[in-house]
């Protein structure tokens, strides 16, 4: 038996015959000798039921079908027809420190499987797998699933689907028998992806009860299952969605299956996010490790493709007052890009758009301080472009159809060397000649015919982006990376290792963006997270919104603005200062702390925050979305702090709602002392807000 355990889970694994099964995932357990492992291993052992098998099994890594699984089995595939029946023996399990390292081997089949199960600190399950191909002639992979069990008490799945302008959307629904499957085949992660899927109890929330979650670290295909069988087995599985054909191996090659990421928590929904903070912010190369996130302004909103230097320098005068360190200058600088039915793929500096080429441009925003980012598009070309009627040949298509068009664009095939090449080298041409700190790199369009040569590609396509971003950070040291995709389409566990930066959505409406963002934030953490005060007018819901509003729900990621913000007035203009001023004091916290999100609020509204790690400072947030019901006493309450410590509570005026629906304020406002115990459980009355404003909160200990 290998017990892995770390601070609140355990997993434990044990020998079903000659096989390996997870005895058991979840809550912490204490140390387990030999003989209660025994007791353990007998406790879980199935009833053979009448009408079944002679065999129970339990739950096998493998779950293959030979050895009495009546679900998925993990691995799926065939020589041609023959073989596709398998039973691994496991021909070793070796435990070292929290990870374990587990080898199959199918002799009949020809097959070797190894995985490696690593539990981190913060009880982050990275699970790797490979598969081999051990015997003569080709064998077919149709998909490798990760598979993790699931405790009875779990009776829901919370999984997510979207699309542009509102990605990220939960739906929670009851695991009843059979297979509950999220699976995306865009090429990419995709607005519709689910991001983790997560198994939890009907009473589970934000601050309190179980929660299991499994989501593959991978901007390809993927496959996400929830399966509950007759038998009593419920499990969560995860894998890469091959497409027929795609995965053929060849005696001696391996496939390397891309990481997933699980994780337990006893304590609710915010235990799981600040399990993957924990992880991900733990890396040597982790963003906040090199520098505090720049408060960036992106041009797209204002400019579009109207790009006008003037205009621009005028744009970047105001950016100085107000405080901006990173000004980004997005689609149509290049090739003949004036709009977006011509010039992807032609990454060469505009004549007509800038006659001065972009130096200028890129010195003025340097001389006041600021960082300049530029905008690309590489893995895409429209047809009306010197690329394309060079190369017709580099599209990904079936040979003798040309796919349909998404953005009036093609997908380039990043796995032929030519391609590839030509790609990087315009991009690196581009960054070695002009002082860029940041590329914002855009995806627009998902992949309906991923062929290149007759054959399906997504996976090699995906290896080469990330190829492609690595070796540009290598040749560009200190680059940043933005990933969007029509916003929010590429955001996964698997390009944060090649990326800093998160376009969390194009809808830079406060009110629906709430929602994306809360959700988004749920595995990837707010230094990831583009953020932007959007205009008054917003350019995709047009509703109108306050400027304090609209800065509220920037703060709580890695923060910017998009607008073209000589439309601001004195009073947008004063507000826009403090909300730059108050990040920028506050980044720190706002990207390093613990998350809470509380399951008290009444209505159409929410409660979130943060925590430092030493509990002596949180900034939380209170947004009212819609109209309260009445105006009775609403008080919210502050989760996390520390009982014993007294902290002075303050509201941030200058960026809270500034009228309310009342005749005299709140006993308390805007300040006040409490300990955190009495925060947590008296809490704070709160003004009568009107819908769509909000309150900013700073506390701290004295
Ligand atoms: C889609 C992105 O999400 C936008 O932010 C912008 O970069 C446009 N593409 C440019 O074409």
């Given at each position: ?417 030519g391609a590839y090449n030509h790609v990087l080298n315009q991009v690196d041409a581009v ?97 990831f997270l583009g953020t932007h005060v959007g205009p008054t007018v917003g350019h995709q ?59 008290e609020i009444v209505g159409d509204a929410q409660l979130y925050g943060t925590v430092s ?90």
């Amino acid at each position: 038996m290998i017990h892995l355990s770390q601070a609140r889970s355990s997993i434990i694994f044990a020998h079903d015959g000659d096989s390996l099964e997870i005895l058991y995932w979840g809550k912490k357990l204490g140390v387990i000798d030999e003989k209660s492992a025994e007791s353990i291993r007998a406790a879980r052992t199935k009833p053979a039921f009448h009408g079944g098998l002679d065999v129970a099994p339990g739950n096998l890594i493998l779950r293959e079908h030979a050895r009495g699984w009546i679900g998925h089995p993990a691995l799926r595939g065939h020589r041609g027809g023959v073989n596709a029946a398998h039973a691994f023996t496991v021909k070793s399990a070796v435990q070292k420190d929290q990870s374990m390292v587990a080898v199959f081997v199918d002799a009949i089949a020809g097959l070797e499987i190894e995985i490696t199960y690593t539990l981190t600190p913060s009880d982050i399950l990275l699970m790797d797998a490979k598969v081999t191909n051990t015997a003569e002639g080709d064998y077919f992979l149709e998909h490798f699933l990760y598979w993790l069990p699931l405790a009875e008490q779990t009776d829901e799945v919370l999984d997510f689907y979207g699309h542009w302008t509102k990605e990220r959307q939960p739906q929670r629904r009851s695991i009843d028998y059979g297979l509950i499957t999220r699976e995306g085949f865009e090429g990419r992660s995709g607005h519709d992806y689910t991001i983790t899927q997560v198994a939890l109890n009907h009473a589970t929330g934000f601050r309190h009860g179980e929660a299991w979650s499994l989501a593959m670290a991978w901007s390809g295909n993927n496959i996400h299952h929830v399966e509950r069988l007759i038998d009593g087995h419920k499990s969560i599985g995860a894998g890469e969605y091959l497409l027929p054909g795609e995965v053929i191996l060849k005696k001696g090659e391996t496939y390397v299956a891309p990481r997933a990421v699980a994780t337990f928590s006893d304590r609710g929904l915010d235990g799981l996010t600040n399990n993957h903070y924990t992880w991900i912010r733990s890396r040597n190369n982790h963003i906040t490790k090199v520098r505090p996130r720049p408060l960036t302004l992106n041009m797209w909103e204002a400019v579009y493709f109207n790009h006008n230097e003037e205009g621009i320098r005028k744009m970047v005068d105001k950016a100085a007052e107000i405080g901006v360190e990173r000004v980004v200058l997005d689609d149509g600088w290049f090739g003949s890009r004036r709009h977006d039915r011509a010039g992807l793929g032609d990454w060469v500096v505009s004549k007509d758009a800038w006659p001065n080429g972009l130096d200028p441009i890129i010195k003025y925003i340097n001389d006041k301080g600021i960082e300049f980012g530029l905008w690309f598009e590489g893995e895409m070309v429209n047809r009306d472009s010197d690329l394309y009627r060079a190369h017709p040949d580099w599209i990904l298509q079936e040979p003798g159809r040309l796919p349909v068009e998404g953005r009036w664009q093609q997908v380039l095939d990043l796995t032929k060397e030519g391609a590839y090449n030509h790609v990087l080298n315009q991009v690196d041409a581009v960054l070695s000649a002009h002082n860029i700190a940041y590329i914002k790199w855009d995806h627009n369009r998902h992949l309906t015919d991923p062929i290149s040569d007759g054959r399906p590609v997504v996976r090699k396509q995906t290896e080469a982006i990330y190829r492609m971003f690595d070796e540009l950070k290598k040749r560009h040291p200190g680059l940043e990376i933005e990933s969007c995709s029509s916003g929010g389409g590429r955001i996964d566990l698997g390009m944060i290792e090649h990326a800093d930066r998160f376009w969390t959505s194009d809808q830079n409406d406060p009110l629906e963006r709430q929602q994306i963002q809360r959700w988004t934030g749920l595995v990837i953490p707010p230094e990831f997270l583009g953020t932007h005060v959007g205009p008054t007018v917003g350019h995709q819901m047009h509703r109108t919104h306050s400027v304090s509003f609209r800065a509220l729900n920037a703060l709580f990621g890695h923060a910017g603005i998009e607008w073209d913000i000589n439309e601001a007035d004195s009073h947008e203009t004063e507000i826009l200062k403090a909300y730059v001023a108050f990040y920028k004091k506050h980044r720190d916290l706002l990207h390093s702390g613990t998350v809470v999100r509380s399951d008290e609020i009444v209505g159409d509204a929410q409660l979130y925050g943060t925590v430092s790690l030493d509990k002596k400072e949180a900034i939380f947030t209170y947004m009212q979305l819609t109209s309260l019901d009445n105006f009775g006493p609403l008080v919210t309450t502050f989760d996390g702090l520390d009982k014993e410590t007294l902290y002075q509570v303050t509201v941030v005026e200058n960026l809270s709602a500034d009228e309310f629906t009342q005749k005299r304020a709140p006993g308390w406002w805007p300040a006040l002392t409490l300990t955190g115990d009495q925060l947590a459980h008296i809490g704070l009355q709160l003004p009568v807000l009107k819908p769509e404003t909000g309150l900013l909160f700073h506390i701290k200990a004295i």
